[in-house]
């Protein structure tokens, strides 16, 4: 790591730095770029001389097995020499964009994750990520070769080192030899997913780089939901003493600002947003993870089952906040074991929600099956919730909205739900929230609505132009009754879910133990769980995995068959 | 790489490898460690100084992120030390007993995919894998950490080095180091997955690497299904000059033998099998992996619905031949669009292959639920699909049996399926077969019935303790019309796939382009295929392709959710 690129800009004292905090899409490259000219344009307006976007701005990111394709390296390619061109003939040409895009590694045809700056009509510096993660969500030393030279942007004296992602969390590399090399500013740019709790840790992290760099360290994030990965944002400017200097809002598209003076011994501070509830944090990363799997994949309704429990009632609450009560199609489909209660619970929810609501009772479509097949037990509690599973499909595929399945983490992760039944549905908005997490984000939301702050007046979703949200004249959205009553799947006479689990309270600390954590029995035992919950909740949680691991299985073989390789074929938007 | 092992033994002019091609299971430490106990004592009788086995083979392959759980790790590493005690107990500890397990890399604490020696009652030497696979289906550069010793095992002066799988496919590393080392022969063992085509690859890769060390290579493969994956087995030993002195049958266990003379010039050769023909081949992968993922998985029975054409007759053939036709529930499933002749077809398929065989017609229910739902179109056709789904999973749940998807390659990269519907199953077997090739394995399943030979014959399938499979009076298993018609959905009067699809001749090879090889648009129609068939197809496997993902997607908002990290959770059946 020895060479550094240098580009001069004359006639600056200090250097007004973009922050473009914007929300991409996967394979949609002119998309991306139309953004990025977007935001440039205001950037300018705003006298910057230099913006700078998230990770993989032009590709969008995840990028997966797409990267692989050669035809969609090239077409990304040209997308950013003519973004380049474009930003010229608009008078552009002086500032200085700070993008992300694919590249190719020439000496052995791999993609390389590449961070280029567009000046003057054409691409100039490129920086090749060097730190790869390959653990957890992340699949990068699969797809991508390492760069293996820092680099530092010269402009006008004010030495701008840069960073991609994963290269400020692991110790040297890049950082290391920024840090040798002599710089005045840190610049990142990430696509780092939510997760609860992740924010204090990124500022941490930002300090200490500070310090060994000693300069500022600015971090961009992505924000957006891409496929199920949800992006919080939250852009920061932290200086080497620990001080936030800036910090955007999480969830929500933002250009924010940093004035570098690099005569100044202290940077001043400007907008620094204000920490958020914990349980508004997750409620707002999984209406944003709906509204973006519905805008990303072109759906602008939603259907799903309302039966007056607590998951239902909380993901119908959520799809309003996403994109609007009216684009809401619940269906309440009681059998002859479904309570008066829940019917009634189901009907106000949707009339709080402003969201549209049949009624479809199972019990003739129940009796038509067991005239021919005469199921008992399990089996016909399952034949229940797979006809439920039928007519939400059946609304899917006749109104082309996204089947929503309603499931939480804990039933989940015990297996107490039926495989094409409860389970169907093309996006899962509280799949990895758990039961009591369930309840605190139902009792959050009822507050904000009480307190007359709302989802629009909150500004959680949406991008700048306005958000989605619904308001209700009583204040209350989700039943009282639905968040109350003691959970039960309503599939024979008197169920309750605490006859096969044990209580959640319970249940989901050691979910967290074992899943999160990766606890085995020796662990969990000296976690104080007892004896006979461990080997309850390990049991149902190993056979759930298994059974998830089922559907659908099949052998593999040609040199490539679908699954492992489940980016390859995918959307050519990009049709070159 | 400078360090070497030297285990030395007297007294041999001669040394007998015996080869192990075993079939192991992901997680099952004492059955593997039980199945090593009783080849060895074979190789023993038999008069071998050392057996080996395939890699991994007390864990099983491949292990994905259940390698992550240190309780698991100790259990394997006691599971190693109590097999060596019990090996000595039994008088076979001046054995040399070489076998894949999994160990920790004390620098860093992530596993290591090893290779150890089982000897005099303990555990001796090990060599960890360099090359860490991680394109395809592998993942191990993600999950271990990489060995950097060479191993040579010194056996009364016969110097035998050692690698695992991936080491052999790449340039360098430990095979090139064991070539400066010096050798008198190279053992090898995997868990390579079977593909079209790939035996005679090995061969070349063999002969290359043998030359290279100047000495013979052993290459000894696991066999038998794990997941998605098929492993094929077909070990072999090539000389220097390329010469097969050993070849294993393909698709079953087997203890083979090869007598190392290091004063000869040129090996004997030995037992060599013989190249199967291309279609028995993919046949018997399929049977294998439908076995094998019944017999670990604790399924003894299957279920599917008989369509009367030609890909549910294929998988249930399959199935019968997996597990006897008596283990397979075919149900016929008509609607008002189903023909007479499709009827007849389906029971006559159940008849031969000694099946059982219900009849469960559909329109009732279809009236039921169009009652209530009035639907049209496509979202009417998707219906009876979705119906029939609910029934398969019915037998399903009330028998214990698997169920099969029926769904080829060609359907399921067109998205020419219905979610929840025809796409049930806990298994899909002929998921990776194009259509024209399920006709292929149809000719070929009843050329082999009528020729005499049968499965059970052919011993396609199982252990060596025999095979199941079918043999009808007749000699026909697959009825002719199933094969010969035009393949038809049958969800509308008069429907033909060709409706909808281009011809299955022309589509399969755009397919292969698309999807193997992945070709663009400019590369499909370089390759001579029109651009109206190329467009139609980009689209409906893209489209298919978006559709996949979807079933089931939500949100992370913690560390670890489901889905990527998929085998963390999984069958804890080592218990500690």
Same mark, same amino acid.
Request: proline share 4%; charged share 25%.
């Given at each position: ?35 990025? &000219? ?21 590709? %969008? ?50 993609? /390389? ?30 797809? +991508? ?13 004010? #030495? ?20 040798? &090399? ?19 840790? #990124? ?7 500070? /310090?060994?760099? %000693? ?12 496929? !199920? &990965? ?5 852009? +920061? ?9 800036? #910090?955007?809002?999480? +969830? ?7 004035? &570098? ?29 709906? *509204? ?77 099956? $067991?005239? $021919? ?10 034949? $229940? ?13 006749? *109104? ?21 039944? !409860? ?71 008197? $169920? ?46 190993? #056979? ?30 990009? /049709?070159?």
């Amino acid at each position: 790591m020895t060479t550094c690129t240098a580009l001069h800009l004359e006639g600056m004292s200090t250097l007004r730095f973009a922050l473009a905090q914007i929300d991409t899409c996967v394979g949609d490259l002119d998309g991306n770029a139309e953004k990025v &000219l977007t935001y440039t344009r205001r950037a300018h307006e705003g006298g910057a001389g230099i913006v700078a976007f998230p990770e993989m701005t032009l590709t %969008g990111y995840p990028i997966e097995d797409l990267a692989l394709r050669a035809t969609f390296r090239k077409a990304a390619w040209d997308t950013a020499n003519e973004l380049a061109a474009t930003l010229a003939d608009e008078g552009l040409g002086d500032m200085y964009v700070v993008a992300g895009t694919i590249g190719t590694d020439h000496a052995n045809g791999k993609p /390389r994750n590449r961070l280029v700056v567009l000046h003057d009509g054409v691409v100039w510096a490129g920086y090749d990520k060097h730190f790869l993660p390959n653990y957890g969500v992340f699949d990068e030393f699969r797809i +991508f070769s390492s760069g293996d030279r820092p680099v530092v942007l010269d402009i006008d004296g004010v #030495r701008v080192g840069v960073a991609i992602c994963e290269d400020i969390w692991q110790d040297g590399g890049p950082v290391a030899a920024l840090a040798d &090399l002599g710089i005045d500013v840190l610049l990142t740019i990430n696509g780092s997913p939510y997760e609860e709790g992740k924010t204090h840790t #990124r500022f941490e992290l930002g300090a200490r780089r500070a /310090r060994e760099t %000693g300069a500022p360290m600015i971090y961009i994030n992505q924000v957006g939901g891409q496929d !199920d &990965l949800v992006f919080d944002g939250g852009t +920061f400017v932290i200086d080497t003493d620990g001080t936030l200097l800036e #910090r955007s809002p999480m +969830f929500v598209e933002d250009l924010s600002w940093f004035d &570098l003076d690099t005569e100044a011994k202290h940077q001043r501070t400007t907008t620094v947003a204000d920490d958020l509830d914990p349980d508004a944090e997750v409620y707002m990363a999984c209406v944003l993870g709906l *509204k973006d799997y519905m805008t990303k994949n072109g759906f602008t309704s939603v259907t799903l089952g309302l039966s007056g429990g607590i998951d239902s009632a909380l993901v119908a609450a959520m799809a309003a906040d996403a994109a609007g009560g009216d684009a809401v199609y619940g269906i309440s489909m009681p059998s002859m074991y479904s309570s008066d209660g829940s019917k009634d619970d189901a009907a106000d929810l949707a009339a709080n929600l402003g969201a549209h609501y049949d009624v479809q009772p199972i019990e003739p479509l129940f009796d038509a099956f $067991q005239h $021919q097949l005469h199921l008992e037990g399990v089996s016909a509690e399952n034949l $229940q919730a797979r006809i439920r599973g039928v007519i939400v499909m059946a609304y899917s595929n006749s *109104k082309g909205a996204l089947a929503l399945a309603t499931g939480n983490k804990s039933e989940l992760a015990c297996g107490y739900s039926t495989i094409y039944g !409860d389970a169907v549905g093309g996006y899962a908005p509280i799949k990895d929230v758990f039961k009591t997490k369930v309840w605190a984000l139902a009792r959050w939301r009822n507050r904000a609505a009480a307190g007359g702050i709302g989802i629009g007046g909150l500004r959680v979703v949406g991008n700048e132009e306005g958000a989605a949200g619904v308001m209700p004249e009583g204040g209350v959205i989700i039943p009282v009754n639905s968040i109350e009553k003691a959970p039960s799947a309503e599939l024979r006479p008197g $169920q309750k879910d605490s006859d096969s689990l044990p209580a959640y309270a319970l249940l989901d600390k050691v979910l967290e133990a074992y899943i999160e954590h990766a606890h085995g029995r020796a662990d969990l035992l000296a976690d104080g769980f007892d004896e006979q919950t461990v080997d309850t909740v390990m049991r149902l949680v190993d #056979r759930a995995e298994w059974k998830r691991r089922q559907y659908p299985l099949g052998p593999k073989v040609s040199a490539l068959a679908f699954g492992r390789d489940r980016r390859l074929p995918v959307t050519d938007a990009f /049709r070159e």
